[in-house]
């Protein structure tokens, strides 16, 4: 008796159900490919590379009841901006290399990186596509809240970086959020 009515609490408060998880991985996947496809309709959004992950707790499969962070990590060509500043991986500036690149539409008088303007050409994105729903910014994610499904998508950009020292590793650089 107690075991029932402790499954019954996990499966009605805890646990996500199959439909909530199906219903989740269609809209992720659905907000994935708006994205990568946002080019054909604005040559200054951001150059997206092949490859975008789940990160967090719902990637692992551990995510519990409520479904309003699903980690979507979007891989942004990074050509054209190089490390620099404190322990050279806080900032990246641009430079001469990939300068047809729309990334350097993001760069700011100091010729680093905006990370502001970057989050809001996602967050201006997402707007168009999600009218009816809530979509913010949240640290270096935008938040996309989609009500008729109670869910949360966190899409979180981040530039491929290549070092113009080829010795040294690649690395992704996720925008500040501040």
Do not use: C, E, V
């Given at each position: 008796m107690i075991e029932s009515k402790l499954q019954e609490l996990l499966d009605k408060e805890i646990n996500l159900s199959q439909g909530h998880v199906?219903?989740?991985?269609?809209?992720?996947?659905?907000?994935?490919?708006?994205?990568?496809?946002?080019?054909?309709?604005?040559?200054?959004?951001?150059?997206?590379?092949d490859g975008d992950f789940?990160?967090?707790?719902?990637?692992?499969?551990?995510?519990l009841h409520p479904l309003d962070d699903i980690d979507v990590m979007i891989i942004l060509d990074g050509t054209g901006l190089i490390p620099t500043?404190?322990?050279t991986t806080h900032y990246v500036r641009g430079n001469f290399e990939g300068k047809n690149s729309p990334v350097h539409n993001y760069l700011g008088w100091d010729n680093l990186l905006n990370s502001h303007s970057v989050l809001e050409a996602f967050q201006k994105a997402l707007?168009?596509?999600?009218?009816?729903?809530?979509i913010k910014k949240n640290g270096q994610a935008i938040n996309i809240k989609l009500k008729s499904y109670n869910l949360g998508i966190d899409i979180v950009p981040c530039f491929h970086i290549k070092p113009l020292?080829?010795?040294?590793?690649?690395?992704?650089?996720?925008?500040?959020?501040?």
């Open positions: 199906s219903q989740g991985s269609k809209s992720h996947i659905y907000i994935r490919d708006l994205l990568a496809n946002k080019r054909t309709t604005d040559s200054t959004f951001p150059w997206l590379l789940l990160s967090g707790s719902y990637a692992r499969g551990t995510k500043g404190i322990n707007a168009q596509s999600h009218p009816d729903s809530t020292d080829a010795t040294k590793q690649d690395f992704y650089y996720i925008p500040l959020g501040n």
